[in-house]
């Protein structure tokens, strides 16, 4: 008899809204799986039926998630971006509350093309990251209270 041989397994960290992880929960429970084994059998089976993606087309997702990941401020950002024929803009104002993702457009005609959450980062991601709001604005730091000044 043959053994099939055991692959390395890589711990992972995933983000996902918590009605979501609810509902893996109950479909794992359901299917009487563990979280892990639903969850590798879900990416497995998008895997099988995912539409094989040009190499083109993931070069340059590989170009943008390197572009993201080298820098260190939205100029900075910005700049690579536009060496590879893209720039992220905010879109205008749309009356809801939060902060709408910011677009992937291209460069120099500005044609939007995907949000940016499309290539896996948020604004949120890069505020952080860059310890200022796009475009560039700094965070106000909380500071203790503010001290009275003598008038």
Not at 31 to 42: G, H, K, M, S, V
Request: hydrophobic share 40%; aromatic share 4%; glycine share 6%.
């Amino acid at each position: 008899m043959v053994q099939a041989m055991k692959q390395p397994a890589m711990n992972l960290t995933l983000r996902m809204p918590l009605k979501l992880l609810n509902k893996a929960n109950r479909a794992a429970r359901a299917a009487d799986q563990t979280l892990a084994e639903f969850l590798r059998e879900a990416i497995l089976s998008q895997i099988e039926e995912a539409p094989k993606v040009p190499p083109a087309v993931v070069d340059k997702r590989r170009a943008l998630s390197q572009a993201i990941e080298d820098s260190v401020t939205w100029p900075g950002l910005q700049a690579r971006l536009r060496k590879l024929g893209y720039v992220l803009r905010a879109p205008g104002e749309n009356g809801r509350t939060g902060q709408p993702p910011l677009l992937l457009c291209t460069w120099p005609e500005e044609k939007p093309l995907v949000p940016l959450t499309r290539l896996g980062v948020s604004r949120e991601d890069l505020t952080i990251k860059f310890a200022s709001q796009f475009p560039g604005k700094p965070l106000e730091r909380r500071q203790g209270k503010p001290e009275k000044r003598a008038a």
